[in-house]
């Protein structure tokens, strides 16, 4: 079955430390994107992925670092410096563009907690 | 820039009863607009999208949406409640002819069923 697949499901991270967030989708889909959920906050954009080997910040990018090297894969690290990254984080994939009214395809999520 | 308003963080409706999830946007240009649906610790599920053509769309588990220019709207509605309905609800937004920065979300609607 094609689609996104996030892990882990459930993340703990101490602080200081970095961790990282995969992402793998097998639909082919060019564009891919990770998106922060916070309660009563909606979802806000981290880091977007237009192309292998090209990325773009977000309105939320200060924090995070991503890479794609394949263009099934977009993984997501959050680093020591993101001071409160307890959150529910979301991978998503598009055909094209979604300024070409192409919707985004979602993973399950990673939950990911400070300790 | 766009944006998106969902009035009212919770809607309660008893079983039955209609369904109405009110979103509003700003755009600067003629939007592509979507409704997604998330059940709890899930990734996020698209009901339904307006891009171009017929303004009232209709999409899956009985959802419609009309799209009103003149009132920059696409409300959410569906005539008779179900329990499995409960679950958040966002609408969001992208500008025709943008780029590849991914969709602008409001903040989500928590529908509630009473029995």
């Known amino acids: 079955d094609g689609g996104i697949t996030q892990s882990p499901k459930y993340l703990f991270r101490k602080e200081g430390q970095n961790v990282t967030l995969s992402c793998e989708q097998n639909?082919?889909?060019?564009?891919m994107y990770w998106y922060r959920q916070d309660p009563g906050q909606g979802l806000r954009l981290i880091y977007y992925?237009?192309?292998?080997?090209?990325?773009q910040k977000g309105d939320i990018a200060e924090g995070y670092s991503v890479s794609r090297e394949k263009k099934e894969s977009f993984p997501l690290t959050v680093t020591s410096a993101q001071k409160n990254p307890t959150a529910f984080y979301l991978c998503?994939?598009?055909?094209?563009?979604?300024?070409?009214?192409?919707?985004?395809?979602f993973g399950q999520g990673t939950r990911l907690t400070v300790v | 820039a766009q944006s998106v308003t969902q009035l009212g963080s919770h809607v309660s409706v008893s079983e039955g009863a209609l369904v109405l999830l009110r979103c509003n946007y700003s755009?600067?240009?003629?939007?592509?607009l979507f409704w997604y649906v998330q059940y709890p610790n899930q990734g996020l599920q698209l009901l339904l999208k307006?891009?171009?053509?017929?303004?009232l769309v209709k999409g899956i588990n009985g959802f419609e949406a009309e799209f009103k220019k003149s009132e920059t709207s696409f409300h959410l509605t569906k005539p008779s409640a179900h329990m499995s309905d409960a679950a958040e609800y966002f609408c969001?937004?992208?500008?025709?002819?943008?780029?590849?920065?991914?969709?602008?979300f409001g903040k989500g609607t928590h529908l509630i069923i009473q029995p």
């Open positions: 998503a994939s598009s055909i094209d563009q979604v300024g070409r009214g192409t919707e985004a395809f």
């Open positions: 639909l082919n889909h060019d564009a």
């Open positions: 992925s237009q192309i292998v080997n090209d990325f």
């Open positions: 755009s600067s240009v003629p939007p592509y």
């Open positions: 307006y891009t171009t053509g017929a303004t």
């Open positions: 969001a937004v992208s500008e025709s002819g943008g780029g590849a920065d991914g969709l602008t």
